[in-house]
C-alpha cells in the first residue's frame, strides 16, 4: 500500500480555519484519498473523500494538489467536536484482491482550544 | 440515522478461552470489516467480508480468528484462544456497493476486549 505522512500534531483555536497537510508521494493512478477522524473512545468516522478534483461536504473540503503527491483537508470553522485523530488514507480502486480495506497511519491529533 | 451497532462494549475474559464479538452493520450494507487497535497504537485492518465469504484478511487474522454472518443481519469475530496480546479495542465496519459516493465505511462504536 502506498504511504501517507501527516504531521503527529496540530492546534487551532475555536472558529478558526484549519488546514491539515498530508503527503503521499507514492500514490498510484487508481488510488482514492480518503480521510476519517476518530474522536476520543470512538470508532472511526468518514470525513471526505477525492480522487483528482477539489471535494467540499458539509463537514470538510479536500484540496488535492496537481500532481496528487499531497492533499490538504480543511476545516473552515473548528469546533470543539472537531478535536480528534484525523487519518489521510490511500485506498485502492475496488476490483481484483481489493475490497476496500482501509490502511490507517498514526494520524495527526488536532487540538481546538476555546 | 442508520449505525453499526456492537456488543458487547467491554469483554473481560481469561487467557485460552473463546470470545465472539458481535456486530449488526447497517441493513443494506454488503461488505463488512473487521478492525482492532491495542491501546495507544493505530487501527489495524483485520478481515474483510463479501458474498459470504472473506475476501481479504490480514496477517494478524491468523487460524484463531473466524468471522460468520449467521443470521443475515450480525457479523461476528470469533478468537478461539484468546492471548493476553489480543486485548485491544475492536471495530466492526460495514459498506454498501460503492456505487456513486458511497465509499465509506461505518464503523461501530468498538468492543473493548480485555484478555487477563
Known amino acids: 500500500d502506498a504511504k501517507t505522512t501527516q504531521p503527529n500534531s496540530m492546534e487551532s483555536n475555536e472558529e478558526e480555519p484549519v488546514h491539515l497537510p498530508c503527503n503521499h508521494s507514492t500514490i498510484s493512478g487508481t488510488d482514492y484519498i480518503h480521510w476519517y477522524r476518530q474522536l476520543p473512545s470512538q470508532g472511526p468516522e468518514y470525513v471526505i473523500h477525492?480522487?483528482?478534483s477539489n471535494v467540499n461536504n458539509r463537514m470538510a473540503s479536500l484540496a488535492i494538489a496537481e500532481d496528487r503527491k499531497s492533499s490538504t483537508l480543511i476545516l473552515h470553522r473548528a469546533t470543539l467536536r472537531d478535536a480528534a485523530v484525523y487519518y489521510c488514507?490511500?485506498?485502492?480502486?475496488?476490483?481484483?484482491?481489493?475490497?476496500?480495506?482501509?490502511?490507517f497511519g498514526q494520524g495527526t491529533i488536532l487540538t481546538v482550544h476555546p | 440515522e442508520p449505525e453499526v451497532t456492537q456488543t458487547p462494549s467491554h469483554q473481560v475474559t481469561q487467557m485460552g478461552q473463546e470470545v465472539i464479538l458481535r456486530c449488526v452493520p447497517i441493513s443494506n450494507h454488503l461488505y463488512f470489516y473487521w478492525y482492532r487497535q491495542i491501546l495507544g497504537q493505530k487501527v489495524e485492518f483485520l478481515v474483510s467480508?463479501?458474498?459470504?465469504?472473506?475476501?481479504?484478511k490480514s496477517e494478524i487474522f491468523d487460524d484463531q480468528f473466524s468471522v460468520e454472518r449467521p443470521d443475515g443481519s450480525n457479523f461476528t469475530l470469533k478468537i478461539r484462544s484468546t492471548k493476553l496480546e489480543d486485548s485491544a479495542m475492536y471495530f466492526c465496519?460495514?459498506?454498501?456497493?460503492?456505487?456513486?459516493?458511497?465509499?465509506?465505511?461505518?464503523f461501530g462504536p468498538g468492543t473493548r476486549l480485555t484478555v487477563t
Open positions: 467480508f463479501y458474498n459470504n465469504e472473506i475476501s481479504e
Open positions: 477525492g480522487l483528482t
Open positions: 465496519a460495514s459498506r454498501d456497493l460503492g456505487a456513486g459516493r458511497s465509499y465509506e465505511q461505518y
Open positions: 488514507i490511500l485506498r485502492r480502486r475496488e476490483g481484483g484482491t481489493s475490497y476496500g480495506k482501509l490502511t
